[in-house]
């Protein structure tokens, strides 16, 4: 598990990690204690777990190793709304945040 990676402002998912140049994985919220590889081999798809604890800007792109984060803001600078990938409910502290269910 990562800690405290550091979050990058972009207007659009980047192609690949502007550090390592790792693809880009969407960040999945209401994970629990899931790892990246319990994810993967249940839902058959790479993402990156944001565990339970959703920011209240909340990054939703993130380097596949795990380098960088990535939350989404306008061409101002100011917090674009996201769309945050969620596996169970938890709680959104942040109103303009839509929820995207993964399926079950
Ligand atoms: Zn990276």
Sequence with gaps: MLV???IIDVERKP????????????????????TEVEFFLTYNKPAIMGGDNIPRRPPIWACGCGCKR????NPDGTDA???VK?????????AEVNIIREED
């Design 81 to 83: 709304p996201v769309k």
């Design 4 to 6: 405290r990676t550091r």
């Design 15 to 34: 192609i690949k990690c502007p550090v390592c140049g790792s693809e880009i994985w969407d960040i999945v919220y209401g994970t629990g204690d899931m």
């Design 70 to 73: 990535f939350r989404k803001v």
């Design 86 to 94: 969620l596996l169970k409910n938890v709680r959104v502290r942040k």
